[in-house]
């Protein structure tokens, strides 16, 4: 049991461009969470998934963004034409019913 | 709507001095509580949990939590902080251990150790 990994660590996009992370959850966890966390803030939820399935969205979560966990295993977060305003930390999440959830350590995405 | 409030934006405390975070929180239903601490760029980690039984949860580097249903808070502690302490901490709570609406957090505290 590794954790849950994510990549790449940092990102820095210019405005415009398209950007994809990736989230590795622990691997018996069927749950996985996207968070979004800004400066001096508390990380916000994003989305989750069940197994493959895309179960819950938040607002938070525009047209410009989508989600992915093909075959229920890694999960992909997709921004298209990012803004100035999508620069945060995101951060991956996963967990077992009522065992508590366990964080990667983020992507910090800059858009310039 | 659950929320989760943390009064405090910045805490210093002496080196070897005693700690309390405060964390009052809003959820409807029995609430699964959590604290997690960030270090400067990095992901969070779980420090403790309730999620039911005994209201003093022990955690991890030292650190215990009180659930006061009557009060809404559940308050983290420590007895004696070190300088590895330093960092940001959050309060969290949700409506399972690992639900289908995650966890909703409060902005976090800043705690600063002075030597």
């Known amino acids: 049991d590794t954790g849950v990994s994510q990549n790449p660590r940092h990102k820095i996009t210019k405005r415009g461009q398209n950007v994809t992370f990736r989230c590795d959850p622990i691997?018996?966890?069927?749950?996985l969470y996207w968070y979004r966390q800004t400066l001096g803030q508390g990380p916000e939820f994003l989305t989750y998934f069940q197994n493959e399935a895309q179960l819950e969205k938040s607002r938070l979560l525009s047209d410009r963004f989508s989600a992915e966990r093909p075959k229920g295993s890694f999960s992909t977060l997709e921004i298209q034409r990012t803004e100035q305003g999508d620069s945060a930390m995101y951060l991956c999440?996963?967990?077992?019913?009522?065992?508590?959830?366990?964080f990667g350590s983020g992507t910090r995405l800059t858009v310039v | 709507a659950q929320s989760v409030t943390q009064p405090d934006i910045h805490i210093t405390v002496s080196e070897g001095a005693s700690l309390e975070l405060r964390c009052n929180y809003s959820?409807?239903?029995?609430?699964?509580l959590f604290w997690y601490v960030q270090s400067p760029g990095q992901g969070l980690q779980l420090l403790l949990k309730y999620f039911s039984g005994d209201t003093l949860v022990q955690g991890i580097k030292g650190f215990e939590a009180e659930f006061k249903r009557s009060q809404s808070s559940f308050n983290l502690r420590k007895p004696s902080v070190h300088w590895s302490d330093a960092a940001e901490y959050f309060c969290?709570?949700?409506?399972?251990?690992?639900?289908?609406?995650?966890?909703?957090f409060g902005k976090g505290t800043h705690l600063i150790i002075q030597p």
């Open positions: 969290a709570v949700g409506a399972s251990g690992g639900g289908a609406d995650g966890l909703t």
């Open positions: 999440a996963s967990s077992v019913r009522d065992h508590g959830y366990t």
């Open positions: 691997s018996e966890h069927n749950r």
């Open positions: 959820y409807g239903a029995t609430p699964y």
